[in-house]
């Protein structure tokens, strides 16, 4: 049994020797890369933070003492130190552990968090907490330097800075990137200390005196400590923590199990908040991972240990954008492209390469992203912000207030919504076609497939007097569904036998609502399927079909209150169209990791699911039993 293997909880690090330590991390390593070999997952951000967890763990006593993840993509380490092994057979998979921490696989985890730059507001208010009620217990919170571009994070800081009785210790894990490299003045003034090579030689010359002389590590660190501002200011001037107040120690090799120890302790000591800060590289001691310049292997799917190379994948929603907005970009000088931290994984990376100048990362700021795209727009550009669905959240106020009412043209583009199932509650794109219902004069479209992403991206950017939304899911697309006649600006995808059920899929649902229609006419129901392309503001030719049908079936990827099909069901009854309707989406839940079809079996969105139930309504329906005045919901 390898040393990974006795590891039930976190004292029993304390008992291990340097050696023993020294070979647990590399047990990790070696475990973390077969494990995201075969199931996929962020394999990068935990290779560069082994020895930093683990001296954590050996500093501080969790769960009494709380530690929390920003993002929680580094956390599979921590996972592992408390005793969650076993579950990573089936990592971020129905029945393993997920992806980031969760309160319901362990003690040891407090925030399920997973939106970034959000760590330091849960810690001060832990630490706050444990200090008003008296209580002698430490709050770790481990942030990333590319979560420091969020503004939350500093407006935490602020505060943090004048809690002078908050046990609390900042591990700031400056490796130099997000998901690509951090970016922005934080990131050069972070950047120009982390590389400033007189810096490095004394701290290396330094480190190498103090760990030859035997039984002092402690009580030297303590003197590099007291000599380091000066060290700072001569080599690579930068009073950005201390100049709010806050104690500073370090940077310190992450790497370094020893030395992160030792800086830990000294800012257990100082009884207030202390910010330590680390200097790690992603994807530590993988070499494929170290090489990888995209991302460092930041979220890999399955590949060959060996080569580092990924398992083949199918073409992507995300590939059929990153392809149009090149063209677009190439008809259009005034496009401009606008990410928060996601140049790759939302597909902007190659409108960046041929389009340089109109290519801006804001770092994880999704609000100033918001708010920067309209004033870009009030200058005379379009700007498209690429996110992915759920990270809009974030940005409402700025997408109601200063877009929206400020009649500014700006495309947001969301890519990962409805149902994306690996990564758990917080990443589920199922929010947006609600939130978005009550913002005047926005317009959103929702695809169906890869040639009406392309057209509706092309209308959307058209439009110079609103905010436009074009929306699409995880994965690839379905084979393009060609439409059989118009109704209005819709499509009619299926208009088969008498018109008995008008169903309408939205966006992605499209394909379902097609397959559902096949299965009812073999069950000899009339069907007229419809795809509105553009979800808001609802089509009148929409609700002229609905009238003319006896029953309407909506169905979508999206939570089910306030979304595209309750706003149909409300502008039907206001229309004065009482047909009974069925309103079939997301139920209002944070749906636990597993894969989308297995969540989408789960809630009831398949097409021999949706089928059954139409079939048992259309029974009801011809013997009386559904009433026609209902604006009931499914």
């Given at each position: 049994?390898?040393?990974?293997?006795?590891i039930?909880?976190?004292?029993?690090?304390?008992?291990?020797?340097?050696?023993?330590?020294?070979?647990l991390?590399?047990e990790?390593?070696d475990?973390?890369?077969?494990?995201?070999?075969?199931?996929?997952?962020?394999?990068?951000?935990?290779?560069?933070?082994?020895e930093?967890?683990?001296?954590?763990?050996?500093?501080?006593?969790?769960?009494?003492?709380?530690?929390?993840?920003?993002t929680?993509?580094q956390?599979?380490?921590?996972?592992?130190?408390?005793?969650?092994?076993?579950?990573?057979a089936?990592?971020?998979?129905?029945?393993?552990v997920?992806?980031?921490?969760?309160?319901?696989?362990?003690?040891?985890?407090?925030?399920e968090n997973?939106?970034?730059?959000t760590?330091?507001?849960y810690?001060?208010?832990?630490?706050k907490?444990y200090?008003i009620?008296g209580e002698?217990?430490?709050?770790?919170a481990?942030?990333g330097?590319?979560?420091?571009?969020?503004?939350?994070?500093?407006?935490?800081?602020?505060?943090?800075?004048?809690?002078q009785?908050?046990?609390l210790?900042?591990?700031?894990?400056?490796?130099?990137?997000?998901?690509?490299?951090?970016?922005?003045g934080?990131?050069?003034?972070?950047n120009?200390?982390?590389?400033?090579?007189?810096?490095?030689?004394?701290?290396?010359?330094v480190?190498?005196?103090?760990?030859?002389?035997?039984?002092v590590?402690?009580?030297?660190?303590?003197?590099?400590?007291?000599?380091?501002?000066?060290?700072?200011d001569?080599?690579?001037?930068?009073g950005?923590?201390?100049?709010?107040?806050?104690?500073?120690?370090?940077?310190?090799?992450?790497?370094?199990?020893?030395?992160?120890?030792?800086?830990?302790?000294?800012?257990?000591?100082f009884?207030?908040p202390?910010?330590?800060?680390?200097?790690?590289?992603?994807?530590?001691?993988?070499?494929?991972?170290?090489?990888?310049?995209?991302d460092q292997?930041?979220?890999p799917g399955?590949?060959?240990?060996?080569?580092g190379?990924?398992?083949?994948?199918?073409?992507?929603?995300?590939?059929?954008f990153?392809?149009e907005i090149?063209?677009?970009g190439q008809?259009?000088?005034?496009?401009?492209?606008?990410?928060?931290?996601?140049?790759?994984?939302?597909?902007?990376?190659?409108?960046?390469?041929?389009?340089?100048?109109?290519t801006?990362?804001?770092?994880?700021?999704?609000?100033?992203a918001a708010?920067?795209?309209?004033?870009?727009?009030?200058g005379g550009l379009?700007?498209?912000?690429a996110?992915?669905?759920?990270?809009?959240?974030?940005?409402?106020?700025?997408?109601?207030?200063?877009?929206?009412?400020?009649?500014?043209?700006?495309?947001?583009?969301?890519?990962?919504?409805?149902?994306?199932?690996?990564?758990?509650?917080?990443?589920?794109?199922?929010?947006?076609?609600?939130?978005?219902?009550?913002?005047?004069?926005l317009?959103?479209?929702?695809p169906?497939?890869?040639?009406?992403?392309r057209?509706l991206?092309?209308?959307?950017?058209?439009v110079?007097?609103a905010?436009t939304?074009?929306?699409?899911?995880?994965?690839?697309?379905?084979?393009?569904?060609?439409?059989?006649?118009?109704?209005?600006g819709?499509?009619?995808?299926?208009?088969?036998?008498?018109?008995?059920?008008?169903?309408?899929?939205?966006?992605?649902?499209?394909?379902?609502?097609?397959d559902?229609?096949?299965r009812?006419?073999?069950?000899?129901i009339?069907?007229?399927?419809?795809?509105?392309r553009w979800?808001?503001?609802?089509?009148?030719a929409?609700?002229?079909l609905a009238r003319?049908h006896?029953?309407?079936?909506?169905?979508?990827?999206?939570?089910?209150?306030?979304g595209?099909?309750?706003?149909?069901?409300?502008?039907?009854?206001?229309a004065?169209?009482?047909t009974?309707?069925?309103?079939h989406?997301?139920?209002?839940?944070?749906l636990g990791h597993?894969?989308?079809?297995?969540?989408l079996?789960?809630i009831?969105?398949?097409?021999?699911?949706?089928a059954?139930?139409i079939?048992?309504?259309?029974?009801s329906?011809?013997?009386?039993?559904?009433?026609?005045d209902?604006?009931?919901?499914?």
């Amino acid at each position: 049994m390898g040393l990974l293997e006795s590891i039930a909880g976190p004292r029993d690090l304390r008992d291990l020797s340097d050696d023993q330590l020294t070979a647990l991390a590399a047990e990790i390593r070696d475990f973390l890369v077969e494990t995201c070999s075969r199931t996929g997952g962020h394999l990068g951000p935990n290779l560069g933070v082994v020895e930093l967890t683990m001296a954590i763990h050996r500093v501080f006593d969790s769960p009494r003492d709380r530690v929390v993840f920003d993002t929680g993509h580094q956390a599979y380490v921590h996972k592992l130190l408390t005793a969650r092994m076993p579950g990573f057979a089936k990592l971020r998979q129905e029945g393993g552990v997920s992806g980031y921490p969760s309160q319901v696989e362990s003690e040891h985890d407090i925030v399920e968090n997973s939106h970034a730059s959000t760590a330091l507001s849960y810690a001060d208010g832990l630490a706050k907490a444990y200090a008003i009620r008296g209580e002698d217990r430490y709050v770790v919170a481990i942030t990333g330097d590319g979560a420091l571009t969020g503004g939350m994070a500093w407006e935490a800081l602020n505060n943090i800075a004048i809690a002078q009785t908050s046990r609390l210790v900042i591990v700031v894990n400056d490796n130099g990137r997000s998901y690509t490299p951090t970016i922005g003045g934080l990131a050069t003034a972070l950047n120009t200390l982390r590389t400033n090579p007189r810096y490095e030689q004394i701290l290396d010359l330094v480190k190498k005196r103090l760990t030859s002389v035997k039984g002092v590590g402690p009580a030297a660190y303590d003197a590099l400590h007291a000599m380091k501002k000066g060290l700072k200011d001569a080599l690579a001037p930068q009073g950005l923590f201390e100049d709010l107040g806050l104690k500073y120690v370090g940077p310190v090799d992450g790497h370094d199990r020893a030395a992160m120890e030792q800086a830990l302790t000294q800012a257990k000591r100082f009884g207030g908040p202390v910010i330590v800060h680390a200097l790690t590289r992603k994807g530590f001691g993988y070499d494929a991972a170290e090489r990888h310049q995209a991302d460092q292997f930041h979220s890999p799917g399955p590949f060959d240990v060996d080569t580092g190379e990924e398992n083949p994948k199918s073409r992507i929603w995300t590939d059929v954008f990153a392809d149009e907005i090149v063209h677009i970009g190439q008809r259009r000088k005034d496009v401009v492209a606008i990410t928060a931290a996601m140049m790759h994984p939302v597909g902007l990376d190659q409108f960046q390469a041929r389009f340089p100048e109109r290519t801006i990362d804001v770092g994880i700021a999704e609000q100033h992203a918001a708010t920067s795209a309209a004033g870009l727009a009030l200058g005379g550009l379009h700007p498209v912000v690429a996110l992915y669905a759920t990270f809009l959240n974030r940005a409402f106020d700025q997408v109601l207030m200063d877009v929206a009412l400020h009649k500014c043209g700006v495309t947001f583009v969301l890519d990962r919504s409805g149902v994306t199932g690996d990564d758990g509650a917080s990443h589920n794109g199922m929010w947006d076609m609600s939130i978005l219902q009550v913002v005047p004069g926005l317009r959103l479209a929702a695809p169906r497939d890869g040639a009406r992403l392309r057209e509706l991206l092309n209308e959307a950017v058209e439009v110079d007097d609103a905010p436009t939304v074009v929306r699409f899911p995880k994965g690839p697309p379905p084979e393009d569904i060609s439409a059989v006649g118009k109704a209005g600006g819709a499509d009619i995808l299926v208009r088969n036998g008498t018109k008995d059920v008008l169903v309408v899929g939205f966006g992605s649902m499209a394909e379902v609502a097609v397959d559902v229609a096949q299965r009812l006419v073999a069950q000899g129901i009339g069907v007229t399927v419809v795809d509105p392309r553009w979800v808001k503001p609802v089509d009148p030719a929409i609700v002229e079909l609905a009238r003319e049908h006896r029953l309407v079936v909506s169905i979508e990827d999206n939570g089910r209150i306030g979304g595209c099909g309750a706003v149909l069901l409300q502008t039907l009854n206001d229309a004065g169209v009482h047909t009974p309707f069925r309103l079939h989406g997301i139920p209002q839940e944070f749906l636990g990791h597993a894969k989308r079809a297995a969540i989408l079996e789960r809630i009831g969105l398949t097409p021999q699911s949706l089928a059954l139930g139409i079939v048992e309504d259309m029974t009801s329906l011809a013997e009386g039993r559904l009433a026609v005045d209902v604006d009931h919901q499914v």
